[in-house]
């Protein structure tokens, strides 16, 4: 065994496992690697890792990252048991599936900072990332890890140590959002590596531009739920105004935080709390992220129009509470302030946000917080569209209000070997039994175009009926 393959073997702790209701075969384990990967030395971190186990073992693993940057392993179980992305439940005939804790998140060094206490909703309606609890956490987090070794280049370099232990010639990605981010820099780290890749709601390096992409996309994703309730016989029934509505709501913030009522999780008491623009911008967006979240949109904002505040206040609540769940701040804002931020943000771009109803005020708060972050941005190689001669099979949806499709279409220039499909009416995630055929044919084929029909799922995502009642079931 060469001495580097034998290093890594030293450092892979791994036991059986199950996951899910119904008990998958799986393998659970660490990886221990340098913090600085450059440097080979001091402090190290354990990489955890879920590898579900094939019936049938062909050698081929299938690599899968559903986005943030946040855990992957919470998903596991249910990933397990088939209750979403169904291609892998019917690949694991033949396909081991590895899911990964990037460091800083989940097991992985989790670098945690709770932006979002609940028993002061207050801060957290006022901030998305308040400064006071963020500049506290920032401190506490430098003394257990260096801040700026938490990215995207380290994790996939950590991804590719884990391949080469785990004994796997080549990766095959099932990622979305930000795990497209992460696939196309290993595919440009890693060729040798890589042999397919399926991607929903794709963001690739050197073409994404966070302020303008979120402002513009959420705009298209607006206007296009409001054109679908003006078209719908229940939503222009019950919310005829709806999209004037929504922007008489968003004004009332123009002149400063909005009185909204919420019922605090701690206290179990109705309280008013003042809502920023920045705040509802973000969570507005999160709500049109996918059809259930958009279908509740036009009700939401018919009773906050109308002097009913206690359904946005929940929606905010509910969405902030649920992201800060999902995805650690801490390592969030040191991925992101050094990849996304630093490019994209110019007095130009801010300019064209504003045109925009989501506008740049999200923007601007998470360059006040990667102030107080402050870990180096990525050196400038980082920031150039991603080049590579790999098959890769990439969904977008339409109304896509994170990853909007033409940042899809335009890295389809820098790429050899890939097709784009666009599923009309479908948010970020454009997850169909359709989408789902299609991506396990192609995994199977190996990368191959034959009886890839890229018409076939485009009109196939069915909305979620528009709600008239609350609260959510």
């Given at each position: 065994m060469p001495l580097f393959a034998a290093l890594l073997a030293s450092a892979?702790?791994?036991?059986?496992?199950?996951?899910?209701?119904?008990?998958?075969?799986?393998?659970?384990?660490?990886?221990?690697?340098?913090?600085?990967?450059?440097?080979?030395?001091?402090?190290?971190?354990?990489i955890h890792f879920i590898l579900l186990k094939a019936k049938h073992p062909s050698g081929h693993v299938i690599y899968v990252n559903l986005g943030g940057p946040a855990s992957e392993?919470?998903?596991?179980?249910?990933?397990?048991?088939?209750?979403?992305?169904?291609?892998?439940?019917?690949?694991r005939d033949r396909y081991d599936e590895l899911f990964v804790d990037e460091r800083g998140f989940g097991e992985s060094h989790r670098i945690g900072c709770d932006?979002?206490?609940?028993?002061?909703?207050?801060?957290?309606?006022?901030?998305?990332?308040?400064?006071?609890?963020?500049?506290?956490?920032?401190?506490?987090?430098?003394?257990?890890?260096?801040?700026?070794?938490?990215n995207t280049t380290s994790a996939i370099g950590d991804l590719d140590d884990l391949r080469a232990a785990l004994g796997y010639d080549k990766l095959i990605f099932d990622v979305g959002s930000y795990g497209t981010f992460t696939a196309f820099l290993y595919m440009r780290a890693y060729p040798q590596h890589v042999e397919s890749a399926v991607m929903m709601g794709v963001a690739p390096p050197g073409i994404m531009n966070l302020s303008r992409e979120f402002a513009k996309g959420s705009q298209v994703a607006l206007d296009r739920l409001a054109a679908s309730c003006a078209r719908d016989a229940v939503?222009?029934?019950?919310?005829?105004?709806?999209?004037?509505?929504?922007?008489?709501?968003?004004?009332?913030?123009?002149?400063?935080?909005?009185?909204?009522?919420?019922?605090?999780?701690?206290?179990?008491?109705?309280?008013?709390?003042?809502?920023?623009?920045?705040?509802?911008?973000?969570?507005?967006?999160?709500?049109?992220?996918d059809p259930e979240g958009s279908s509740y949109l036009p009700y939401v904002i018919d009773h906050a129009y109308h002097g009913d505040t206690l359904p946005l206040g929940q929606i905010v609540d509910w969405e902030t509470q649920a992201f800060a769940s999902l995805v650690d701040a801490g390592a969030y804002l040191s991925y992101t302030c050094a990849e996304l931020m630093p490019s994209g943000n110019s007095p130009a771009d801010l300019a064209q946000a504003r045109k925009t109803w989501f506008g740049d005020d999200r923007a601007r708060a998470q360059l006040a917080a990667c102030k107080i972050w402050n870990v180096p941005a990525m050196p400038a190689a980082f920031f150039e569209p991603v080049r590579s001669g790999a098959p890769i099979l990439m969904f977008s949806g339409t109304n896509d209000p994170a990853a909007p499709a033409y940042d899809a279409t335009q890295e389809l220039g820098y790429l050899w070997d890939a097709r784009q499909m666009l599923i009309e009416n479908a948010p970020h995630d454009a997850e169909s039994p359709c989408t789902d055929r299609t991506a396990e044919k192609f995994i199977r084929s190996g990368g191959s175009w034959k009886g890839i029909d890229l018409d076939a799922c485009t009109a196939n995502f069915a909305r979620t009926p528009f709600a008239t009642t609350w609260p959510p079931q």
């Open positions: 892979l702790h791994t036991r059986p496992c199950t996951q899910g209701k119904t008990k998958v075969p799986a393998t659970c384990g660490t990886l221990r690697v340098y913090e600085n990967r450059a440097a080979q030395s001091g402090r190290t971190i354990g392993l919470q998903d596991v179980p249910f990933i397990a048991d088939g209750d979403f992305l169904k291609e892998l439940a019917a690949l932006l979002a206490p609940p028993a002061q909703p207050q801060v957290y309606f006022a901030q998305l990332w308040p400064s006071k609890i963020l500049a506290a956490c920032r401190a506490k987090s430098a003394r257990i890890a260096d801040l700026a070794q938490y939503c222009s029934k019950k919310f005829p105004d709806f999209e004037a509505h929504f922007y008489a709501v968003l004004h009332r913030m123009d002149r400063g935080p909005m009185p909204v009522r919420m019922k605090n999780d701690v206290t179990k008491k109705v309280q008013t709390v003042l809502l920023s623009r920045e705040v509802f911008a973000d969570n507005m967006r999160h709500m049109l992220y």
